[in-house]
């Protein structure tokens, strides 16, 4: 069990922290929420209600779409982008999806990778991806989980101003929708496009996020 | 980085699917509060058309027309009595009237669903709130 929580320490760690923050999020949100009802005289609304609501599904999955496009882009984007002397780069000769032998893919395959990496065909060519599939996958639910709650807060606020609601395709075109999604993907290209350069110049002793502390500037594609 | 994808994934698509069905409220009383406004407006009953209006929506209709509500109220120009369609949001509706007005309705504490805006029309720029008979 000691073993089992030390080697999946990073994974624990992460979703234990993601469950607290959370948790946290929703009773700040339901907080604020029942303060906002009570502005206009409005019905404060329980806290279960509110976990079920799409004011605090929408201030969730917002998020949520942003980090998973976050990592599937730059997934993607490090196969062929290159950052001289960042360990977030591959090294510079390396750009592409690189020959089967160094991915060791079909017969290429050692004795104990993947079954889908040694399989061939259309199982390799997904499995190649698998990750990028995945991750954008989870993006799109969630974008669409976004799109979906994010009408349905907008709408409440558009009523409460004795507005007409929006259907769904007219809330797709609306700046709620835009400024919701646009203000979440800047915040993320800033950090990976910053830790990409970041982590040419400076150093954090022991990570694999970091070059080894000794490690020359220019050096690229190396992890410590 | 991505430690348990696939259960992310059905996480994520059960949560949209949730949260998707949840911007509908239970909004009976929604349309039974606007109802029974334009039944009470038809039948001349102002006592139970006030009792159907949020506090600052009848506060408003007596300094805009200088009369207690239940008098006030049968001046508006109100159409229709029956409902032909809501839309729900959280602590918010809007319902449809025969006649085709809107009428805005909100969720209270203590009193349940009460009337914000009645003999609402739509105005050409979708933006702009709704023209009403009387509003909060």
């Given at each position: 069990?000691?073993?089992?929580?030390?080697?999946?320490?990073?994974?624990?760690?992460?979703?234990?922290?993601?469950?607290?923050?959370?948790?946290?999020?929703?009773?700040?949100?339901?907080?604020?929420?029942?303060?906002?009802?009570?502005?206009?005289?409005?019905?404060?609304?329980?806290?279960?209600?509110?976990?079920?609501?799409?004011?605090?599904?929408?201030?969730?999955?917002?998020?949520?779409?942003?980090?998973?496009?976050?990592?599937?882009?730059?997934?993607?984007?490090?196969?062929?982008?290159?950052?001289?002397?960042?360990?977030?780069?591959?090294?510079?000769?390396?750009?592409?999806?690189?020959?089967?032998?160094?991915?060791?893919?079909?017969?290429?395959?050692?004795?104990?990778?993947?079954l889908w990496a040694r399989a061939g065909g259309l199982r390799t060519r997904a499995f190649s991806n698998s990750l990028l599939i995945v991750m954008g996958a989870i993006w799109l639910l969630s974008w669409l989980g976004q799109a979906i709650t994010g009408r349905v807060a907008y709408n409440e606020e558009r009523l409460e101003h004795h507005q007409s609601g929006l259907d769904f395709v007219q809330y797709l075109g609306s700046a709620d929708?835009?400024?919701?999604?646009?203000?979440?993907?800047?915040?993320?290209?800033?950090?990976?496009?910053?830790?990409?350069?970041?982590?040419?110049?400076?150093?954090?002793?022991?990570?694999?996020?970091?070059?080894?502390?000794?490690?020359?500037?220019?050096?690229?594609?190396?992890?410590? | 980085?991505?430690?348990?994808?696939?259960?992310?994934?059905?996480?994520?698509?059960?949560?949209?699917?949730?949260?998707?069905?949840?911007?509908?409220?239970?909004?009976?009383?929604?349309?039974?509060?606007?109802?029974?406004?334009?039944?009470?407006?038809?039948?001349?009953?102002?006592?139970?058309?006030?009792?159907?209006?949020?506090?600052?929506?009848?506060?408003?209709?007596?300094?805009?027309?200088?009369?207690?509500?239940?008098?006030?109220?049968?001046?508006?120009?109100?159409?229709?009595?029956?409902?032909?369609?809501?839309?729900?949001?959280?602590?918010?509706?809007?319902?449809?009237?025969?006649?085709?007005?809107?009428?805005?309705?909100?969720?209270?504490?203590?009193?349940?669903?009460?009337?914000?805006?009645?003999?609402?029309?739509?105005?050409?720029?979708?933006?702009?709130?709704?023209?009403?008979?009387?509003?909060?």
């Open positions: 069990m000691k073993r089992f929580l030390r080697e999946n320490s990073l994974s624990i760690f992460f979703l234990t922290i993601f469950l607290i923050a959370l948790g946290l999020q929703s009773l700040a949100g339901w907080q604020d929420f029942n303060n906002s009802q009570l502005r206009h005289d409005g019905e404060s609304i329980g806290y279960g209600r509110y976990l079920l609501s799409s004011e605090f599904g929408v201030a969730m999955l917002e998020n949520w779409q942003s980090e998973y496009l976050q990592f599937a882009l730059y997934t993607t984007a490090t196969v062929w982008f290159l950052q001289r002397g960042s360990p977030e780069s591959k090294e510079l000769d390396q750009a592409g999806g690189e020959s089967d032998e160094e991915q060791k893919v079909g017969r290429h395959a050692d004795e104990d990778s993947p929708f835009w400024e919701r999604t646009l203000q979440n993907w800047q915040s993320e290209f800033l950090a990976v496009g910053s830790m990409a350069i970041l982590a040419v110049y400076l150093r954090q002793r022991g990570s694999p996020e970091s070059k080894p502390v000794g490690e020359a500037h220019d050096h690229t594609g190396v992890t410590g | 980085m991505a430690a348990f994808p696939y259960r992310a994934v059905l996480v994520a698509a059960t949560l949209a699917l949730v949260l998707g069905g949840c911007g509908a409220t239970d909004s009976d009383g929604a349309a039974g509060a606007a109802e029974r406004l334009y039944a009470a407006y038809a039948d001349q009953d102002g006592e139970t058309a006030c009792a159907q209006f949020s506090d600052d929506t009848r506060e408003q209709l007596e300094k805009d027309e200088r009369k207690p509500c239940p008098e006030a109220v049968l001046a508006l120009d109100l159409s229709g009595t029956r409902v032909t369609g809501e839309q729900a949001y959280v602590t918010e509706a809007k319902v449809e009237i025969d006649g085709g007005d809107s009428v805005f309705v909100e969720e209270t504490g203590e009193h349940g669903w009460l009337v914000t805006a009645a003999g609402c029309r739509p105005v050409p720029d979708q933006e702009a709130p709704y023209d009403c008979e009387v509003e909060s």
